[in-house]
């Protein structure tokens, strides 16, 4: 199982790995390929025949080595640009010389001429420069070398070796002179510093490249990165022989005069993952608003005086139904009114004494934060899905820089299921441990997005699934149905509602395997 790692973490599975039999040059020539393989499955030299390769001192630019000769055998033309690296001959060098490809030594380009002339004939730019060993700013010849590689990089997409040069691999911070990243193909684990902070925006595609050490040395590893493999085991089943009854009824609690449509696009949510029957129960004022744009879901209009928000009034028509569903979702468009804010201790209060799940989202996680010590009134089965926003509200500090470990502190201190959304969503446990989920992408970065995620989540554990899975398999198959529509419609101007229709789409790909299980 793939896992998110510390540079002293790798470091330490490399060790390790050299004392199973498998020495440095080894995981190299491994990587070097890989990240060949990799490069060539995306970028094949029939269209991108000129590559350049930028090779720095260390480790990083001897994958980046290995990787060239592996490029020119599948028929590019590499050029190597040695940076800051001695002169000296060794195996990898000798290869290269044999292959008859150009070398050029950072050491004899006064002016880096022969760098801008190679940038300039470049279709496809290697990364090679730096590794996770960086520890200090970078100045001076370096930093104008990289300044001159992006400024005229033109349209040659870059692809970086582990990490871009300039990120920080622990923080994700970035150099002012790191190179941007069209792919980076980071080798064995995905670094933690890959998937917060400036980072995210200078990665691009994520891949991650297997180099020969051992999945089990990494097992003790507290936080897991998700892939199809992972979840597809989890997917609740699907009978033949099914009724609606069999996936589960499940009641979303949501609404106000002001907000009619999060809560719609809850159920869809929720409908769209397999539940079998879902009931909106939101203010009686507002029902028919609601009701006109979905034509699946079921009612229960709650009294609400007319005022169009949740009251205590409200709760006691719940009282009469609650055992009858699985699962139960509060939030979506609730608003903050004074007499919501009633009405929600109310409702907690009544889901404590039951066994059922509880998914916490939206205006009820604002509503919550207020409250002194407010983790100790929530259910003991509840899932938050905090945004970030929220997120510094429930905390009432700052998001931390490390959100992983803020996530997994955090579930830990609150004893429940913590779905932390945004870039690389992190899902932790209350055991401290944590999974972060492949997708970084700005199509999903528009409003409702998140009610389409809680209602997937309640779906899912309306058919069974405990709240650890249900989080899990929710938050993936959201992800994988917003890069369905960033596929089809852009970066820009995708609607929630059109992620909920890919949600069927994406989960039909994660059950039929026909995914890339590492990489979108």
């Known amino acids: 199982m793939l ?11 490399e060790r390790e790995a050299e004392g199973m039999g498998l020495p440095g040059p080894a995981l190299m020539e491994n990587a070097g390929r890989a990240v060949s393989d990799a490069i060539l499955r995306r970028y094949p030299p029939t269209a991108y025949p000129h590559v350049l390769v930028l090779a720095g001192p260390g480790n990083n ?27 000296v001959m060794d195996a990898k060098v000798a290869l290269l010389e044999q292959r008859g490809i150009r070398l050029i030594n950072q050491a004899d380009d006064l002016g880096l001429v022969e760098l801008g002339d190679a940038v300039d004939g470049s279709d496809l730019i290697v990364d090679g420069v730096l590794g996770t060993g960086r520890a200090r700013p970078i100045a001076g010849a370096l930093a104008d070398l990289l300044d001159r590689v992006n ?29 941007r990243a069209d792919l980076t193909i980071t080798l064995g684990h995905p670094k933690k510093g890959l998937l ?13 490249a297997d180099i020969g050490i051992p999945l089990t040395l990494s097992d003790p590893l507290p936080t897991d990165y998700a892939d199809a493999t992972m979840i597809r085991p989890l997917l609740p089943a699907r009978p033949r022989s099914a009724h609606k009854g069999t996936f589960g009824r499940v009641l979303i609690i949501a609404g106000s005069r002001s907000y009619t449509g999060a809560p719609v696009l809850a159920a869809l949510g929720a409908e769209r993952v397999g539940a079998g029957l879902v009931t909106l129960a939101c203010p009686a004022s507002i029902w028919d608003a609601l009701a006109v744009h979905t034509l699946e879901t079921t009612f229960l209009p709650l009294p609400d005086d007319g005022g169009g928000v949740l009251a205590p009034s409200s709760l006691e028509p719940l009282d009469n139904v609650l055992e009858s569903y699985a699962a139960v979702l509060v939030g979506p468009g609730l608003g903050r ?23 916490i989202d939206a205006d009820a996680l604002t509503l919550l934060a207020g409250w002194p010590h407010w983790w100790e009134q929530l259910p ?8 970030p926003g929220e997120m510094q509200r429930l905390t009432g500090a700052e998001v931390h820089p490390d959100r992983i470990e803020q996530a997994r502190s955090s579930a830990r201190a609150w004893k429940t299921v913590l779905v932390m959304k945004g870039a690389y969503t992190v899902i932790a446990l209350p055991n401290g441990r944590a999974v972060v989920l492949p997708f970084a992408n700005p199509a999903l970065a528009t409003a409702g997005t998140g009610d389409v995620l809680a209602g997937a989540i309640l779906g899912l554990l309306g058919q069974g699934l405990e709240t650890d899975a249900a989080a899990l398999v929710g938050g ?14 852009g970066p820009a101007g995708a609607l929630a509602s059109e992620v909920a229709r890919n949600l069927p789409g994406a989960l039909r790909k994660v059950s039929r395997g026909t995914l890339d299980d590492q990489t979108w």
């Open 337 to 359: 009114a004074a007499p919501t804010e009633a009405f929600l201790q109310g409702l907690l209060a009544r889901l404590r004494s039951r066994s059922m799940p509880v998914v």
């Open 380 to 387: 003991a089965r509840a899932i938050l899905t905090p945004h």
């Open 476 to 489: 993936f198959l959201h992800g994988a149905a917003g890069e369905m529509v960033r596929d089809a419609l």
């Open 3 to 13: 896992k998110v790692v510390s540079v002293e973490d790798m470091r330490r599975l």
């Open 196 to 208: 917060m902070g400036a980072a995210v925006d200078l990665t691009g595609e994520l891949a991650v």
């Open 151 to 179: 400024a005229r990089r033109s349209g040659a997409p870059v692809i970086a070796i582990d990490l871009p040069t300039g990120v920080d691999a622990d923080t994700g911070a970035a150099d002012p002179h790191a190179l």
């Open 61 to 87: 630019g001897g994958d980046a080595l290995v990787a060239a000769r592996h490029l020119h055998d599948a028929g590019a033309r590499v050029t190597v640009y040695r940076v800051n690296r001695p002169p």
